[in-house]
């Protein structure tokens, strides 16, 4: 069965203080690794999407980084509007499911 | 560029009556997902459907039902509605069922009173 393990579930920083997000996985084959955002009240926001060990992706202060068995989503000199929940997700080769397993998300705030 | 559309937004209804809600996926998007969350809870797969046809079934109650339409837009039917129903529900969208991300909708609010 696949799973997915985000740490830590809630993360205060300061404005400008550097910090990631892990999101570890177990699963048979690896399809994809997603990454995205959400507010309170609102959809899920795609931010990345990872296939292999070693392959890395930035938008703006994000990057998401991929080993064989966990992420990480770097946030660098974070404003307040980064606060938000950010799940990650695993989509599986095993079995005959195509839907992604989420984590539990963590919890960021940024203060001013 | 285009998302994933939703309607209602919101909907306040009372016990057993029933509910309909529309997803409409990002064009040329051919699966659509279906998503229960509660306070502070992760999305909980209910149901998935790729080129008309259900793919994967989630926790979804025998009340509710679903489908895609020709269009590739799908509607989630739940009857006999409960208190246990108040939730967020989102729709996303994806390109296929392989290793594409899903996009997804504003989510429709549900009161149940």
């Known amino acids: 069965e696949d799973q997915v393990t985000q740490s830590p579930e809630a993360l205060r920083l300061q404005e400008g203080e550097s910090s990631s997000l892990n999101c570890s996985y177990t699963v048979s084959g690896l399809r994809g690794l997603f990454w995205y955002r959400q507010d309170p009240g609102k959809g899920p926001e795609f931010l990345f999407t990872l296939y292999s060990a070693g392959e890395e992706k930035e938008k703006e202060r994000l990057k998401a980084t991929l080993t064989k068995k966990e992420s990480f989503l770097h946030i660098t000199a974070p404003k307040p509007e980064d606060s938000a929940t950010y799940l990650c997700a695993v989509r599986s080769t095993s079995g005959g499911s195509y839907i992604p397993t989420f984590g539990r998300g963590t919890s960021l705030i940024v203060h001013p | 560029a285009a998302g994933v559309i939703q309607s209602p937004r919101h909907l306040i209804k009372e016990k057993r009556e029933t509910a309909t809600l529309k997803c409409y996926p990002i064009p040329r998007h051919d699966t659509v997902y279906w998503y229960q969350q509660g306070p502070g809870q992760d999305p909980q797969f209910l149901i998935s459907?790729?080129?008309?046809?259900?793919?994967d079934k989630g926790s979804i109650p025998d009340r509710f039902s679903a489908q895609q339409f020709s269009d590739y837009h799908s509607e989630l039917n739940m009857s006999s509605l409960e208190l246990g129903d108040s939730a967020l529900y989102f729709c996303?969208?994806?390109?296929?069922?392989?290793?594409?991300?899903?996009?997804f909708g504003p989510g429709t609010r549900l009161l149940v009173l």
């Open positions: 996303a969208s994806s390109l296929g069922l392989g290793g594409e991300a899903q996009y």
């Open positions: 459907f790729y080129e008309k046809m259900q793919s």
